[in-house]
């Protein structure tokens, strides 16, 4: 048998333990925008298809947009939830009414 020696590990220079947060606070951002965006597209399509209120799920998906853009673009990505909200109250006041 052949003789072996000590094994050898490679080790990287330096500590990348801040690159590894940034990457996870923008993986977590990223599925809280996504979350609340698709949550809040679903409610525009409940909306349309409610009474037949296009108009409104017109409205509803544009609003998506820009809070989904907004949410994005922000350090926290929370300002979808607004979007939310105020979609899911106007499903209730339709649907009451």
Known sequence: MADHGAPEYATADGNDYAEHEGTYAFFTKLTLVGT??????????????????WGLFTIGTLAVLV?????????????????????VLL??????S
Do not use: C, Y
Not at 37 to 53: D, E, F, K, R, T
């Open 36 to 53: 609340l965006s698709l949550v809040s597209l679903m409610v525009a399509l409940a909306i349309g298809g409610v009474n037949g209120h």
């Open 91 to 96: 499903l209730l006041l339709i649907v009451t």
């Open 67 to 87: 809070t989904t853009a907004i949410g994005l673009a922000s350090q926290t990505g929370r300002p979808g939830l607004m979007g939310v909200v105020l979609l």
